[in-house]
């Protein structure tokens, strides 16, 4: 193929992707953390067969993908699980829509027989060390940022 046409096809490509954005704009959602309040509720749901599985095989969830599970739940209005299903269902759409931010954090000591984690090749000496986690995430427009840096000098003994 010609030289001419390869960089009219790179320009072209460019072109379209610069000049049509709005269709190839993503849905971003933030995920629900394993360690959420909510999550026990939702997994109770899904495992009455009340809730669909929104994800099957993975976790953790995206709280759009657990909206749309709870929205297409099957409950009759004095079922014993409507009022749940509608309380996590406004609790989980508090959260979505608006631009936020949250902060949080967690520290302690962590206690170990062996200093690797590798259960098939334990070493190192029992002790205990501070294990400190920050818990950052923000949410603007369609753009989803988080992160959870963790100090655990356990691992780099």
Do not use: C, K, N
């Not at 072209?12 to 995920?31: E, R």
């Not at 360690?35 to 976790?59: F, N």
Request: net charge positive; proline share 10%; hydrophobic share 45%.
């Amino acid at each position: 193929m010609p030289a001419i046409f390869r960089a009219g096809w790179r320009d072209g490509l460019t072109a379209l992707l610069l000049l049509a954005p709005t269709p190839l704009a993503a849905q971003a959602s933030a995920y629900l953390p394993l360690d959420d309040p909510r999550l026990p509720a939702l997994e109770y749901l899904i495992t009455r067969g009340t809730v669909p599985d929104p994800s099957p095989m993975v976790r953790p969830f995206r709280i759009g993908d657990a909206l749309d599970a709870l929205a297409r739940a099957d409950t009759a209005p004095h079922s014993r699980d409507a009022a749940l299903v509608r309380s996590l269902h406004d609790a989980l759409t508090d959260s979505i829509g608006v631009d936020r931010w949250r902060a949080g954090g967690r520290a302690g000591f962590q206690s170990y027989t062996h200093a690797r984690r590798d259960p098939l090749h334990p070493a190192g000496a029992a002790g205990a060390r501070i294990y400190a986690q920050a818990d950052l995430s923000a949410v603007f427009g369609p753009i989803v940022a988080v992160t959870r840096p963790t100090v655990e000098p356990r691992l780099i003994r």
